[in-house]
């Protein structure tokens, strides 16, 4: 048995604030701290937290590792896509996480965005931490 869940996040990347949607009307489309919203926990589903999670730290990496590189997005949204799986007798696993982002970065190349993004995606503390595999594809719009 399959179920998905997915976020985007998107907004002011240097403060940790943004909106966020998920498929839960409770987040929908409300602008929240990054960091205050985790604190409490409440309101959505713990896939749809984990994927808010990945969604944000994904793109705040991604700032930063643009910034690093000497350009400054205009827009940056991503939206984190999970699959998870129950195995009899396990509990539900995450078995993918697609993540989709797409941004206007003035200056920068296609073929340059998509590579400081799978740097930003190695990089990224929650990539390293789920045992999942994690795909990406990067746009500039």
Not at 34 to 62: D, Q, V, Y
Not at 76 to 88: D, F, Q, R, S
Request: one cysteine or more; proline letters at 4%.
């Amino acid at each position: 048995m399959k179920r998905t869940a997915s976020a985007i996040w998107q907004g002011n990347l240097k403060n940790g604030k943004g909106t966020l949607s998920t498929d839960s009307s409770v987040l929908k489309q409300t602008p929240y701290s990054f960091a205050s919203r985790f604190a409490t926990g409440t309101g959505t589903n713990p896939e749809e937290l984990i994927a808010a999670a990945h969604a944000g730290c994904f793109t705040m990496a991604l700032s930063a590792a643009l910034d690093g590189a000497g350009f400054v997005a205009d827009t940056l949204a991503t939206t984190a896509a999970l699959t998870l799986e129950n195995h009899p007798q396990t509990s539900w696993t995450i078995t993918s996480i697609h993540l989709t982002t797409t941004a206007t970065v003035p200056g920068v190349s296609p073929e340059k965005f998509a590579e400081i993004a799978a740097g930003a995606k190695a990089n990224c503390p929650v990539s390293r931490v789920l045992k999942a595999e994690i795909t990406l594809d990067a746009k500039l719009t």
